[in-house]
T-cell receptor, first 116, second 111 residues
Framework: DTGVSQNPRHKITKRGQNVTFRCDPISEHNRLYWYRQTLGQGPEFLTYFQNEAQLEKSRLLSDRFSAERPKGSFSTLEIQRTEQGDSAMYLC??????????????FGPGTRLLVL | AQSVTQLGSHVSVSEGALVLLRCNYSSSVPPYLFWYVQYPNQGLQLLLKYTSAATLVKGINGFEAEFKKSETSFHLTKPSAHMSDAAEYFCAVRERNDMRFGAGTRLTVKP
């Protein structure tokens, strides 16, 4: 079990540029989640996938954000026209199951984004 | 909507002392509650979870938490703090398909 991996671990970009992050979940996990964590706060839910289907998106996910999970394996989160307010840690998590509320989500190490 | 509130953004204890991190929840249905720990520059690691079985839940690294419905609480405890326990701790409640996290409590352990 190699755990959830995320790349890159750090990203510095200029305002207005596009960025893309990748998440590789635990191999047999069918559900994948994206969260955003700002300094001094807990993670906030952005979106989740069951297999390749994106089933829910938070209102935090503006139209500049898009996430995909082709073939139900890895996922990418893209932010277009980045703004300074997008600076945060972006966390990915995965779980195995049908969405039972007691199901454990396993988190990756995160991608820290700094928008200058 | 369900939510959690963590009382105290910073807690400092001496090595060997009791650790008590407070979490209160708000939920109209039986909640599923979690405690996660986050070390610097790392993701979140599950410590323990409550899923309506036993009210006293034992987790990893000697931590445990007790679900108290009458107090709407799910406080995290450890009898004796170790230097390696210094980290950020998050309480969370499962809301449908996402987790709702508290703001976190930073635990400092003094030698």
């Amino acid at each position: 079990d190699t755990g959830v991996s995320q790349n890159p671990r750090h990203k510095i970009t200029k305002r207005g540029q596009n960025v893309t992050f990748r998440c590789d979940p635990i191999s047999e996990h069918n559900r994948l989640y994206w969260y955003r964590q700002t300094l001094g706060q807990g993670p906030e839910f952005l979106t989740y996938f069951q297999n390749e289907a994106q089933l829910e998106k938070s209102r935090l996910l503006s139209d500049r954000f898009s996430a995909e999970r082709p073939k139900g394996s890895f996922s990418t989160l893209e932010i277009q026209r980045t703004e300074q307010g997008d600076s945060a840690m972006y966390l990915c998590a995965s779980s195995l199951g049908q969405g039972a509320v007691g199901e454990t989500q396993y988190f990756g190490p995160g991608t820290r984004l700094l928008v200058l | 909507a369900q939510s959690v509130t963590q009382l105290g953004s910073h807690v400092s204890v001496s090595e060997g002392a009791l650790v008590l991190l407070r979490c209160n929840y708000s939920s109209s249905v039986p909640p599923y509650l979690f405690w996660y720990v986050q070390y610097p520059n790392q993701g979140l690691q599950l410590l323990l979870k409550y899923t309506s079985a036993a009210t006293l839940v034992k987790g990893i690294n000697g931590f445990e938490a007790e679900f108290k419905k009458s107090e709407t609480s799910f406080h995290l405890t450890k009898p004796s703090a170790h230097m390696s326990d210094a980290a950020e701790y998050f309480c969370a409640v499962r809301e449908r398909n996402d987790m709702r996290f508290g703001a976190g409590t930073r635990l400092t352990v003094k030698p």
